[in-house]
């Protein structure tokens, strides 16, 4: 049972305060620190800050915390749920206890939070993993399946302060024989991508953005792949390692188009058909095996087009945002097949794998996410082997809050591998890693 919830204002990597939950029953204390977003759909539940200027400008989170600790907390102590047992009830009670449809009340930080405490406290009071805890949660199979890591090594889009208006530009290692070669394919791909960079830029472009990846000064999407191509070929991976996208179009989408060059004062205004175009001749042109939110999440005439026929993992986020309404919708619309999974979009790890498991429902795809504004909790790894869903992006094998995540899962894998339970990398297969 539950003895007491406490909470406060903590830190994620951009300096803003997140909430800090520490869970304590009979068996100890059980830690959880919840994540931020910087590109966020309209639809996300909604992420309680105070509002007041004179602190952290306006971006604190006492108000969370305050509900955590007088509000959510006594009810929970009072319920008398079993951490074990009672996940589901646990984020039932949290949802009615907010009473309003996107989490406004109490905020979907401090609901996040306890949430994601009470899983860790259900694992430990089970004498499991944290992972094993969420495939039992998930109805998952057996056996495991470690994620293929999509390293967003080049940043753009809010995520950096180059003019290049796409987000994310990644490399997928699917071409490993498990998730600890795909972590140094990775890593020396980045390190020859800072090379390149630096020989083709200079030093001073080597910075990176909010996820660890490098903002060097181009703004066109093929030049970000063929820096991509060239660091891949120094490492001697060519074949290996494939590419991915996330425009993050929502971002750049103005009065039914969109505008290539919104961080520039040169814009470069595109249509729906157009930039449908430019996406097609990069599938064409380059080794891209998953694209995300090339639309904006309001755009479902081109979402639905794009789909018809799409070579390749088509995700939504934004259009989404990790759902079960917006994810039925988008499965009648036929708008996408995969969706991200992001756990603070929706508020509570319960809702998170009802999502999960409605896409699966459909032959979709599952994509676990970090946010920009992460921390060092490592939650999502566990998350991404309990479910199976066979890919997981958590930013640049660089920066301790994305490391974090990789490291647990070369954690897991090598626990998983220790104790002689069969484990699978997803490989050229991580899109449906949820039937392997």
């Known amino acids: 049972m539950i003895r007491s919830i406490h909470a406060a204002q903590r830190l994620d990597s951009r300096g803003n305060p997140t909430v800090q939950v520490d869970l304590t029953t009979n068996r100890g204390t059980f830690r959880s620190i919840v994540p931020s977003g910087a590109s966020t759909g309209a639809n996300e539940a909604i992420e309680l800050r105070d509002g007041d200027n004179s602190a952290y400008g306006g971006h ?130 980045y390190q020859q991508l800072k090379k390149v960079i ?91 095996v998953l694209v995300e939110d090339p639309f904006a999440e309001t755009d479902w005439d081109s979402w639905t087009k794009f789909n018809e026929g799409c070579p390749v993992e088509l995700v939504g986020d934004d259009l989404l945002v990790t759902n079960t309404r917006y994810v039925q919708e988008a499965y009648e619309k036929k708008a996408c097949n995969s969706m991200l999974l992001k756990i603070n979009q929706i508020g509570t790890i319960s809702e998170a794998i009802e999502a999960a498991n409605l896409a ?15 921390t060092t909790d490592d939650f999502i790894a566990d998350l991404a082997v309990g479910l199976r869903t066979g890919h997981l992006k958590s930013g640049a094998p660089c920066r301790g809050e994305r490391v974090a995540k990789y490291n647990r899962l070369m954690d897991i894998e090598a626990e998983l591998l220790g104790t002689g339970e069969k484990v699978i990398y997803a490989g050229s297969q991580f899109r449906v890693a949820s039937k392997c």
């Not at 490492?235 to 991915?244: E, H, L, P, W």
């Not at 699966?360 to 992460?374: A, K, P, T």
């Open 198 to 288: 630096v020989e083709k830029f200079g030093p001073s472009a080597a910075g990176i953005g909010d996820e660890g990846g490098f903002a060097p000064p181009i703004s066109q999407p093929h030049e970000a792949l063929d820096l991509l191509v060239q660091a891949v070929s120094l490492a001697g991976y060519t074949g290996k390692i494939k590419f991915a996208i996330d425009p993050a179009s929502s971002e750049f989408f103005r009065d039914g188009n969109y505008d290539l060059g919104f961080k520039d004062k040169k814009p470069n205004v595109q249509s729906p058909n157009q930039l449908t175009d430019l996406y097609r001749s990069l599938l064409q042109d380059y080794p891209i």
């Open 360 to 374: 699966y429902s459909f032959d979709w795809s599952v994509f676990v996410s970090h946010r920009s504004g992460e």
């Open 60 to 189: 604190g989170v006492q108000k969370a915390v305050s509900n955590v600790e007088l509000v959510i907390g006594p009810a929970l102590v009072k319920s008398g749920f079993n951490v074990d047992t009672d996940q589901g009830k646990i984020d039932h009670l949290l949802k009615t206890l907010d009473g309003t449809k996107n989490k406004a009340k109490l905020g979907a930080n401090a609901i996040l939070g306890v949430s994601m405490a009470c899983a860790r406290a259900g694992a430990a009071h089970s004498d499991i993993p944290l992972y094993e805890f969420l495939r039992r949660e998930s109805g998952a199979q057996k056996p495991f399946v470690m994620p293929v890591p999509f390293f967003n090594v080049l940043n753009g889009g809010v995520h950096s302060g180059n003019k290049m208006a796409f987000q994310e530009t990644m490399i997928a290692p699917v071409g490993a024989s498990s998730f600890t070669e795909a972590v140094q394919m990775g890593s020396e791909v």
